[in-house]
């Protein structure tokens, strides 16, 4: 099994920053790919970013050169950085781990961008 759990969630205007902090813990060896994903109010979860074993990262369009994903593999955390904020960023945000499919979750941070 793996647990994960993010951190670094809150409350900032439009234009700050946040970094969320995902620590990995478990069978950790058999996730390929970790990533952000976000679920705003009545809407399906979307993924933000991910990044694979090797490095490659994804990103949604609307976060492209804004967010960053990285991995601590020293320290089995994945963060998110999230600069220029905007209020449509304003969403649950959940790390996951996927082997072949999404199937690990942490419990979710609230991520609040006030405009």
């Known amino acids: 099994q793996v647990q994960l759990v993010e951190s670094g969630g809150g409350l900032v205007q439009a234009g700050g920053s946040l970094r969320l902090s995902c620590a990995a813990s478990?069978?950790?060896?058999?996730?390929?790919?970790m990533g952000w994903f976000r679920q705003h109010p009545g809407k399906q979860r979307e993924l933000v970013a991910s990044?694979?074993?090797?490095?490659?990262?994804y990103y949604i369009d609307s976060v492209k050169g804004r967010f960053t994903i990285s991995r601590d593999n020293a320290k089995n955390t994945v963060y998110l950085q999230m600069n220029s904020l905007k209020p449509e960023d304003t969403a649950v945000y959940y790390c996951?781990?996927?082997?072949?499919?999404?199937?690990?979750w942490g419990q979710g941070t609230q991520v609040t961008v006030s405009s």
């Open positions: 996951a781990g996927r082997r072949v499919t999404w199937n690990y």
């Open positions: 990044i694979t074993s090797g490095g490659s990262t």
């Open positions: 478990g069978s950790i060896l058999s996730i390929n790919t």
